[in-house]
């Protein structure tokens, strides 16, 4: 993912997956800046979201888990959500991927912010159970190019086929293993 983000520094309107983008970075005004944030508050946010889930951290360093805690909210509330619901309405494939995309980012939104608000409640159990399910939208960002790989490697799909399959298999199955997670939590 980093070495993703580093074709983007520095800016540039024709590089990586912007090549293909061109039509909406001429025609639709902010697609070019909005792409940006999102590209970089993501990639903060998923680098942020791994050391949440540290038992040690949390542990040993409260203070600090709380602080990573309330910039990984802040970033995905007010850049990384946002933005990937403006650039998911310009999505790849057509009708089928801009919905996912779209519903994605509501989704991303929804549970990071049901998360915050059950940690002010002090719900901890809660707080935990929309983290996870947070963050399992934000590592979709890692298995939808590990899908887009091993889809285009075993089946060569037509490039906006592949879209269409991993604007969804990007972030459903990360979801529903987080789901069954968290329902054999209950049951202990």
Known sequence: ???ITLQYIPLNSNVAFLQIKQTEISQIPFYYPIFYVHVYSAIFVLLAGFSQFSSAL???YPATHRNIGKVYISVVLFLSAPSGFFIGLFANGG??????????????FYFTLKGFTSIKNKNIRKH?????RSFALTFSAITLRFWKVILVYLFHPAPMDVYQIIAWLGWIPNLLI???YLYNQLKK
């Open 1 to 3: 993912m980093i070495k």
């Open 58 to 60: 949390l542990k040993k």
């Open 95 to 108: 009708l089928y991927s801009k919905i996912s995309f779209v519903t994605l980012s509501i989704l991303w």
């Open 178 to 180: 987080v789901e069954y």
């Open 128 to 132: 935990r159970a929309f983290m996870f």
